[in-house]
Nanobody, 120 residues
Framework: QVQLVESGGGLVQAGGSLRLSCAASGIIFSINAMGWYRQAPGKQRDLVASITRGGETTYADSVKGRFTISRDNAKNTVYLQMNSLKPEDTAVYYC??????????????WGQGTQVTVSS
């Protein structure tokens, strides 16, 4: 019913930039928080950045000053602008959205993941 579709991943040289996007589709009346997570081989899934419906942002220390999260509420879309990329940013990036399914219940939805590879 609700799907998150990601785009923008790929292969980039160190120091380069990518912009990830994630659009939520389906029967959606509102979206609370949206965010990006990443998981590198052999590591835990970690929060990269999140943004509330009001625009409050949170970043992992490792990406502060390099990544910028933003959202377009009219399009139900969240973006992640990734600048000054480093090899250690290489991971599968997952989009997340928190969507109310009832008046009292929030549900987490996840994208399929998109690979970001940064070469030295």
């Amino acid at each position: 019913q609700v799907q998150l579709v990601e785009s923008g991943g790929g292969l980039v040289q160190a120091g380069g930039s990518l912009r990830l996007s994630c659009a939520a589709s389906g029967i959606i009346f509102s979206i609370n928080a949206m965010g990006w997570y990443r998981q590198a081989p052999g590591k835990q899934r970690d929060l990269v950045a999140s943004i509330t419906r009001g625009g409050e942002t949170t970043y992992a220390d490792s990406v502060k000053g390099r990544f910028t999260i933003s959202r377009d509420n009219a399009k139900n879309t969240v973006y992640l602008q990734m600048n000054s990329l480093k090899p250690e940013d290489t991971a599968v990036y997952y989009c997340n959205a928190v969507i109310p399914t009832t008046l009292w219940r929030m549900s987490d939805y996840w994208g399929q993941g998109t690979q970001v590879t940064v070469s030295s």
